[in-house]
């Protein structure tokens, strides 16, 4: 648990960015392990039904995540700022409320889901054929959506306070043991989707408790701090949590939208291609969070040194962390969307044997859908950036842009226009679009200077 030495006012950026951005991407491809190993398992052990059931109350797996990074991200940035005028005590409140209020929120809506869990599948696209499946699913992980939100957020608190390593370490005992849980549950026990949702939440809980082991220790700088529950002290918590939600919003929108993009395709691949179609599609989502947390990695390695920079007006170090972040997001996207052209039918085959009708399916449309990736990477960074310059109208409109609005109307349109395979194209027109809208954002901010 030995801190890194990192310090965000003087050091060169292009090396501290890199420091960062090392075990930040280490862990997220760990944890894109996490979600790799599930499908493979989930396809290979149960087979395809279980697999696009799985798909249909992924959702709500994205929700609890969603609200870990948005009280992660709007912690963090808040905490960055506190932090860079040596107000530690304020940084230490600002992590606790955070996380226990994101703890009550999501002990809440859990409740709530598993109550109503039929109705619930059946909101989401469930079909009868899969919602049996969906809802053993859903009732063994859902209890635990607590700590998935807290090992999502505890990775910023950990970043921020100069453990990058270890926040990784945490990533890696998670996805290490769903990994080898999935396969005993799955396999040797024969416990079908029972045990691939209990290992998915074993692995979380014991990831989120190494986090609060940590954050309890008295030789961290940024550490739990006792908060009072007199009635100033709440209209103070309330304040903050307020402004938190508001900076670290666009972050929950973006997994809220990839929900979006699952909900809405579900319904449109069932419609169009029947339940064979949503098997297809839930390969394409298994695939798409993954590439989503390397982008996030690099967005994620920056907002630390772009928020401190920030707080201290150092403009040119922020423009920097930013576009150094910009370039490896879209070098990244680039050999990515190469990959998945090439070696579309391997990527398929991980998941279900080529017996399956679905197999074709997505083996065509995966290449297609692999479009999008590079406009995919400049969305998230630019995104990033806003919520880390505290400017979070920006990041939010750009993320209901890309996440809801765009991606409806492409989803439901462009079938109707141009066939069922367009269907495949419907998310990277959207960041297409997105990116455009970015880019006139850049420009018109670009006159304005000139203009001062």
Not at 55 to 79: C, D, K
Not at 128 to 147: D, H, Q, T
Not at 209 to 223: E, G, T
Not at 248 to 272: D, K, Q, R, T, W
Request: hydrophobic content about 55%; some cysteine; proline content about 3%.
């Amino acid at each position: 648990m030995e801190r890194d030495s990192i310090d965000f006012k003087n050091t060169d950026i292009a090396a501290l960015f890199r420091k960062l951005l090392l075990p930040t991407v280490l862990g997220m491809i760990f944890s894109a392990l996490f979600v790799i190993t599930d499908g493979i398992f989930v396809g290979k052990g149960i087979g395809g039904d279980a697999l696009a059931a799985v798909n249909i109350v992924a959702p709500l797996w994205l929700f609890s995540t969603g609200v870990g990074l948005m009280f992660g991200v709007g912690a963090s940035v808040v905490a960055s700022i506190h932090l860079s005028h040596g107000k530690v005590k304020a940084a230490r409140i600002n992590i606790t409320q955070s996380i226990a209020v994101s703890s009550l929120l999501l002990i809440g809506t859990s409740t709530l889901f598993c109550s109503f869990a039929p109705q619930v599948v059946h909101l989401l696209g469930g079909s009868e054929r899969l919602a049996p499946l969906a809802i053993e699913y859903m009732l063994w992980f859902v209890p635990f959506s607590v700590f998935t939100a807290l090992l999502n957020s505890g990775m910023f608190f950990l970043r921020l306070d100069g453990s990058p390593n270890f926040a990784m370490m945490c990533n890696v005992v998670a996805a290490i043991l769903n990994i080898i849980l999935d396969y005993l549950f799955i396999f040797p026990f024969g416990w079908g989707m029972f045990g691939a949702a209990i290992a998915s939440a074993i692995g979380t809980t014991v990831g989120a408790l190494i986090i609060v082991i940590y954050l309890s220790r008295r030789k961290c700088a940024l550490r739990f701090y006792p908060v009072k529950l007199t009635r100033k002290s709440m209209q103070l918590t309330r304040r903050n949590i307020g402004y938190m939600c508001r900076l670290g919003s666009s972050a929950f929108l973006c997994e809220v939208a990839i929900a979006c993009m699952m909900f809405v395709g579900n319904i449109v691949f069932i419609h169009y291609l029947q339940e064979e179609g949503v098997a297809a599609f839930s390969i394409a989502c298994y695939f798409f969070p993954i590439i989503f947390m390397v982008y996030n990695a690099i967005a994620q390695s920056a907002q630390p040194i772009i928020s401190y920079n920030h707080g201290l007006h150092e403009t040119a170090r922020v423009r920097r962390a930013y576009l150094l972040a910009l370039k490896t997001a879209v070098g990244c996207g680039t050999i990515f969307a190469f990959i998945t052209a090439l070696f579309s039918s391997e990527i398929v085959s991980m998941f279900i044997d080529r017996s399956y009708p679905a197999y074709e399916i997505a083996s065509k449309g995966l290449p297609l859908y692999a479009t999008g990736f590079i406009f995919f990477a400049i969305n998230i960074v630019s995104i990033g950036y806003f919520q880390s310059v505290e400017r979070a109208r920006y990041a939010t409109i750009i993320t209901l842009l890309r996440g809801f609005v765009l991606l409806t109307a492409c989803f439901f349109g462009l079938p109707l226009l141009f066939g069922n395979p367009s269907i495949w194209l419907a998310t990277p027109l959207a960041e297409l679009l997105t990116t455009l809208f970015i880019l006139i954002i850049y420009i018109k901010a670009k006159r304005e200077r000139k203009k001062i």
